[in-house]
C-alpha cells in the first residue's frame, strides 16, 4: 500500500480545518484522483461521510480525531504520520443497500455503513410488520423504530438502543427494536448477513415513518428493504494494537 500521495480531507470545524492546513504543508496534499491513501480529520460522522463520499475509489481511509466521538478514528498526532501509514491495519467493511419505497410511489436507494433505521415520524408509536428472506417473522411490531446494524455499527445507534455488540470478523446482523411496546420485551434478533430484511409499514397514514441510512433521510415511508453489499467495500485503517476488533471489545468492559 503506498503512502506518499496523501489527500487530506476534514470536517468544516475550525479545529479540524487547522489542522488539514498544517498537515498539507507538511506532508503535501494531493487531489483524491492522484492520491494513494486518505486521511480523514473529524469525528466519526465526518468518517462516515468520507467512506461514502470516496466508495468509488477503492482507497483506504485514515481518520484522526479532529470531532467529538471517534470509534473510528486513531488518535490525533502530527508528528510520524507516513510512519504510521505505513504500519496501520486493514479492515474491510461492507455497507447495508436501503430500498425505501413511498407513499407517493418513489423509490430511494441508499447505503448505510453503521445501520438503516426506521423511526416514527408522528406523534404514535410505529406499525411494522418484519419480514426476513420472505417469511414473515413479526406480523405486528409496535415501537418507536426499528434498525439493523453492522458489526461495525453496532456499538453506534444500536447500542444506544440496547442492541448487541457484535464482533467484527462475525457474519451476522443485529436487528433491533427502538422502544419496543408489542411484542414485550422482544430483545431483536442475529441474522445472518446474507438475509434480506423488509419492513412493511401498517397503518402508515395514522402512523407515518422515515427511513435513515447514515443520516440519508426518506420521508412517508411505506415499506424498506434492507440487504448486506458486498460489491461496495469500505478500507478503512487503523493504528496496530487498535483496530475494530480491540474496540470492539473494549466497548463491552468499558
Not at 501509514?85 to 455503513?113: D, F, K, W, Y
Not at 410505529?126 to 428472506?133: F, G, M
Request: charged share 25%; proline share 6%.
Amino acid at each position: 500500500m503506498g503512502t506518499d500521495r496523501i489527500a487530506f480531507l476534514a470536517s468544516e470545524t475550525t479545529v479540524a480545518q487547522d489542522t488539514r492546513a498544517r498537515l498539507a504543508a507538511r506532508y503535501g496534499d494531493h487531489p483524491l484522483d492522484e492520491a494513494e491513501i486518505v486521511v480523514a480529520l473529524g469525528g466519526d460522522g465526518f468518517m462516515l461521510q468520507t467512506l461514502h463520499g470516496t466508495e468509488a475509489l477503492d482507497l483506504p481511509v485514515y481518520g484522526m480525531n479532529r470531532g467529538t466521538v471517534g470509534f473510528l478514528m486513531n488518535a490525533f498526532s502530527e508528528d510520524d504520520l507516513p510512519e504510521r501509514l505505513a504500519a496501520a491495519e486493514e479492515a474491510i467493511i461492507n455497507p447495508l443497500a436501503m430500498t425505501a419505497e413511498t407513499a407517493s410511489g418513489e423509490v430511494h436507494r441508499g447505503l448505510g455503513i453503521n445501520e438503516v433505521s426506521l423511526l416514527r415520524a408522528g406523534p404514535q408509536a410505529a406499525k411494522l410488520k418484519v419480514i426476513v428472506d420472505g417469511r414473515v417473522r413479526l406480523e405486528e411490531l409496535v415501537c418507536d423504530g426499528a434498525l439493523l446494524a453492522t458489526p461495525a455499527g453496532s456499538t453506534a445507534y444500536n447500542y444506544s438502543a440496547y442492541g448487541p455488540i457484535l464482533p467484527i470478523g462475525a457474519d451476522v446482523l443485529a436487528l433491533t427494536a427502538i422502544a419496543p411496546f408489542r411484542p414485550r420485551r422482544w430483545r431483536g434478533a442475529l441474522l445472518p448477513t446474507g438475509a434480506t430484511v423488509r419492513f412493511e409499514v401498517l397503518e402508515a397514514e395514522k402512523r407515518p415513518v422515515m427511513a435513515d441510512a447514515d443520516s440519508r433521510l426518506v420521508r412517508d415511508v411505506r415499506a424498506v428493504e434492507i440487504r448486506s453489499e458486498p460489491r461496495v467495500r469500505h478500507r478503512i485503517l487503523f493504528d496496530p494494537g487498535h483496530g475494530l476488533e480491540e474496540r470492539l471489545i473494549r466497548e463491552q468492559f468499558a
